[in-house]
């Protein structure tokens, strides 16, 4: 089955700045990538997904980047704000198995005023 | 709110204790999924449900029973549990199976095992 490693699992930056959480998978037949933010006490939320026909996509200050022939993708937070922390967890599907996600472990996000 | 509710928010027992976790989604949903979420690790799915029947069951010991009732409602039932099984319990819904549907997740019930 598919394996995803997240990097890296805890990052603090002041606010304002830039945030960048980096994923590796290793299906090279995987090719849907959602990231999923989940703050104290809450489930995970989608935030932003990518498809692999698709290099970049873009949400205001969030962005998901994919390289399909290095196998990573990441997420860049722009002009990070508090109530951007919380904990974030990349994502892919397996294609061997209808709708299977395998994730990351996390990456928890802290913005400091 | 994400449509998905689950019940009791926090739970507590012993090794032998049976409890039921419950979860509801409100989004019209033909697919119901159970999450095991626990510190440093990534989620790890449990069962996935289809128009209420079974379609995956992730090798999850036996001590571990899903009923799905309806395409709406969806029960993970415990018994004899190890403390090892203290995790966040996460229900989560998509539309269907169909691949790169999203899945929209509940808070989560928060076990712990004694």
């Known amino acids: 089955g598919e394996n995803v490693e997240q990097h890296p699992s805890t990052l603090s930056v002041q606010e304002g700045d830039s945030a960048v959480i980096k994923c590796t998978y290793s299906?090279?037949?995987?090719?849907?990538f959602p990231w999923y933010k989940q703050e104290l006490g809450k489930g995970p939320q989608l935030i932003i997904d990518?498809?692999?026909?698709?290099g970049e996509k873009k949400d205001q200050r969030i962005a998901v980047t994919l390289n399909k022939t290095a196998k990573h993708f990441s997420l860049h937070i722009t002009e990070t704000q508090p109530e951007d922390s919380a904990v974030y967890f990349c994502a892919a599907s397996d294609q061997t198995g209808a709708n299977n996600l395998f994730f990351g472990t996390g990456t928890r996000l802290t913005v400091i005023p | 709110e994400t449509g998905v509710t689950q019940t009791p928010r926090h739970l507590v027992m012993g090794m032998t204790n049976k409890k039921s976790l419950k979860c509801e989604q409100h989004l019209g949903h033909n697919a119901m999924y159970w999450y095991k979420q626990s510190a440093k690790k990534p989620l790890e799915l449990m069962f996935v449900y289809n128009f209420k029947e079974q379609t995956e069951n992730n090798s999850v010991p036996s001590r571990f029973s899903p009923e799905c009732p309806n395409s709406s409602h969806l029960f993970l039932h415990l018994h004899t549990l190890q403390p090892e099984d203290s995790a966040l319990y996460l229900c989560?819904?998509?539309?269907?199976?169909?691949?790169?549907?999203?899945?929209?997740f509940g808070p989560g019930t928060r076990l712990l095992v004694l």
């Open positions: 299906d090279s037949a995987s090719n849907y």
């Open positions: 990518i498809r692999s026909n698709v």
């Open positions: 989560a819904s998509s539309q269907d199976l169909a691949r790169q549907e999203t899945q929209y």
